[in-house]
């Protein structure tokens, strides 16, 4: 079975420009959640989706969005860039949203904002 | 709010030696899950392992072992005879039924096998 993937797996942006990242979950899994990475402030959660739909969002600004297909397919979009914004953005799978599932990590997408 | 605390951030061992990686945390809920993951260089994180709060159970698997001690809120994981390939970042994580973080991480600790 495969596992999760994410495209692309590096991305070099400038200040101000939007960015969209994309996330395929292990097939059957119907719950994606996002991650951001930094040195700085480590593993933060940014949102989870299922069934198309948006169940929790972490602390990050409105700059930060995304949405799920009906396929479970998920894209993260990132707004007006940052440097702050440059980190390593990895993507969850899961089979429901339920507390004891066990999340499976993709390979992530390294940005960087210049 | 939930916390989880990876006191020890780097640790070096020589090949072949034992290694205990630490791991405290905090939470309100009665019911909760503790995870383990590895991320080797290539950046992807590796789930090793899930324990239920219910579940005081330690566990083995191979050369990895885990003892869940509710009383001290821990959750630390051994390498037995390290090897070089053990090398990595490990991640204790925290979740639950409730609230807005899905996972919430500790710092990682960053352990380099010493061939």
């Known amino acids: 079975k495969a596992g999760v993937t994410q495209t692309p797996r590096y991305l070099i942006k400038t200040r101000g420009q939007q960015v969209t990242l994309s996330c395929s979950p292990i097939s059957g899994h119907r719950s994606v959640s996002w991650y951001q990475q930094t040195p700085g402030q480590g593993l933060q959660f940014l949102f989870e989706y299922f069934s198309e739909t948006q169940r929790n969002k972490g602390n990050f600004p409105g700059r930060f969005s995304g949405r799920q297909f009906s396929n479970s397919r998920s894209e993260m979009n990132v707004s007006t860039l940052e440097l702050g914004d440059s980190a390593l953005y990895l993507c969850?799978?899961?089979?429901?949203?339920?507390?004891?599932?066990?999340?499976?990590f993709g390979p992530g997408t390294r940005l960087l904002v210049l | 709010a939930q916390k989880v605390t990876q006191a020890q951030t780097e640790i070096s061992v020589v090949e072949k030696e034992d290694v205990t990686l630490d791991c405290v945390y905090e939470t309100r809920d009665t019911t909760y899950y503790l995870f383990w993951y590895k991320q080797p260089p290539s950046g992807e994180l590796v789930f090793l392992i899930r324990r239920n709060s219910f579940d005081e159970q330690n566990e083995i698997s191979g050369r990895y072992s885990w003892n869940f001690q509710k009383s001290t809120s821990s959750f630390n994981f051994t390498i037995t005879a390290s090897q070089v390939v053990d090398s990595a970042v490990y991640f204790c994580a925290l979740g639950s039924n409730f609230g807005n973080e899905k996972l919430t991480f500790g710092t990682g600790t960053r352990l380099t096998i010493i061939p």
């Open positions: 969850a799978s899961s089979l429901t949203p339920r507390g004891p599932e066990t999340q499976y």
